[in-house]
């Protein structure tokens, strides 16, 4: 496919991503200059499409990425929101056949956008961090600290914070049963029964429901 017709079949607003997914796991060529309008287009409707076809194409098979993971850490401090919450999702995916543990070197990066200049970055980076844990369960101890202590480390809005623990509540709730300090995880939920965010609240009710505590 000439590349022209390619940046003008994934900037379509009707863009068939999984079929485009498929194409990526399938055709090197097509993998590559994806992953260039990613990096490098400047409109967003091909960068955005192209990241939302590796998005998906990265999890369902990260090992053919994972050449490429200096390029996607390298979006964690763009200047760009978006980008950088591509970076977050696209180096989540890779986790999973990290075997260099390459994360080692990124973590600090990656989880400074806790506390982005962006709220929804923020909600990105935690929102990812299951995937993170899911891959490496070592890292547990150091994430449950950072969730824990979110509070601390966050300059957002109180209403932006309260809403922030939905999706730290969606964490604990995912990866429970390995986590240890339940007492204080169990603490945190129980103070969010009277969030102001009825996200959160709802979600701190189903918890506490769920494992009966």
Known sequence: MAKNDLISEISDKN??????????????????????????????????????????????????????????????????????????????NLTKVDFENKFSSVSEDYFKHINDTKFMTARHCIQNTAKILANKSELTEDILNILLNIDELCNFSEKQKALLKSDVIYVFDEFYEQMGRKEMINKFVKAELSSISPKTKKRAREFISKYEI
């Open 15 to 92: 863009l068939d991503v999984d079929k485009f997914a498929r194409i990526v796991i399938n055709e090197e060529p097509i993998r590559r200059e994806i992953i260039n309008q990613v990096l490098n287009n400047t409109h967003i409707m091909v960068y955005y499409h192209s990241y939302n076809i590796l998005a998906k194409a990265s999890e369902l098979k990260p090992e053919l990425f994972y050449k490429y993971w200096d390029d996607f850490a390298s979006l964690l401090n763009h200047k760009n929101s978006y980008h950088r919450d591509f970076g977050l999702t696209l180096i989540a």
